[in-house]
């Protein structure tokens, strides 16, 4: 895999095509990538295979505790302090479990708890926006997350994609 120029990291992943003209770049084995820890999309020679980009960032399965309050709900009304689980993350968002219903345009604020990364304290997502709700599954998007959040999602990552790329044995 190609480094990230803006980062110089080789935690990238083959992008989304965006126009018919990355499309065309194809046949000279040139791909659009997205780096994992800093989102910087660009276009690369690669000579391994075209992997069917659904999504551009890898998403992680943890499970960490998560507690959420609404800043604005679509229906009116308000959640406080409710309780669910992140079952999958990246640098742009989320998956969360949870009983409440929620509905795409829903904005929350979140924090979670990573759990396999001890003694840390919660990650706050200052600002968050429903994407999709599938029963008690829903599509998050952060939208404003302060530094140091930002920080420790970018370990969070950083550390499981080191550790799926270490040689196994
Ligand atoms: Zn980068």
């Not at 895999?1 to 770049?25: D, F, I």
């Amino acid at each position: 895999m190609p480094s990230c120029p803006e980062c110089g990291m080789k935690m990238v992943r083959q992008a989304s095509y965006r126009t018919a003209w990355e499309r065309l770049l194809r046949v000279l084995c040139i791909y659009p990538f997205r780096c994992q820890l800093c989102a910087h999309r660009f276009l690369a020679s690669f000579a391994g295979p075209r992997v069917d980009a659904q999504r551009d960032y890898e998403r992680l399965l943890v499970w960490y505790p998560a507690s959420f309050s609404s800043t604005v709900l679509t229906t009116g009304g308000q959640i406080q302090n409710a309780e669910g689980t992140i079952v999958n993350l990246s640098i742009r968002g989320c998956q969360m479990k949870t009983d409440l219903p929620l509905q795409p345009g829903d904005m929350l604020c979140l924090t979670f708890t990573p759990t396999d990364q001890a003694g840390t304290p919660p990650v706050v997502i200052e600002q968050a926006v429903v994407r999709s709700s599938n029963g008690t599954t829903n599509g998050i998007e952060f939208i404003s997350l302060d530094e140091a959040g930002e920080v420790r999602i970018r370990q969070i990552i950083s550390d499981r994609l080191h550790s799926w790329m270490r040689p196994a044995g």
